[in-house]
């Protein structure tokens, strides 16, 4: 079993950043895969970035694609999400989640361990 915290939402202005970080606890996060997703009010779970056990493997949804950037530091247990050049349409809830599958996935069925989440709003 895993838990997740995560932690860094808030407010900020277009074009701002933001960094969300994801601690966990009660496995080894080097044993598993990473990833982040969001939803907005109204919209379906979208995902946005997701990152291999090692670390050596990343992937991106096209939106955040060059704005985003993933990373872990499995000595600390902990996964980040670093948020930059933030538009009106990135604002909702952020959440992270860890999966016991190799590599990196986009399906949030793919994932077991999911935390609570934060609110990332960027106002125009």
């Known amino acids: 079993q895993v838990q997740l915290v995560e932690s860094g939402g808030g407010s900020v202005q277009a074009g701002g950043s933001l960094r969300l970080s994801c601690a966990a606890s009660g496995r080894p996060l080097s044993s598993t895969s990473m990833g982040w997703f969001r939803q907005a009010p109204g919209k379906e779970r979208e995902f946005v970035a997701g990152?291999?056990?090692?670390?050596?493997?990343?992937y991106y949804a096209d939106s955040v694609k060059g704005r985003f950037t993933i990373s872990r530091d499995n000595a600390k247990n902990t996964v980040y999400l670093q948020m930059s050049s933030l538009r009106p349409e990135d604002t909702a809830v952020y959440s992270c989640?860890?999966?016991?599958?190799?590599?990196?996935?986009?399906?949030?069925?793919?994932?077991?361990?999911w935390g609570q989440g934060t609110q990332v709003t960027v106002s125009s």
């Open positions: 990152i291999s056990r090692g670390g050596g493997g990343t």
């Open positions: 989640a860890g999966g016991t599958f190799m590599g990196v996935r986009g399906s949030p069925a793919a994932y077991d361990y």
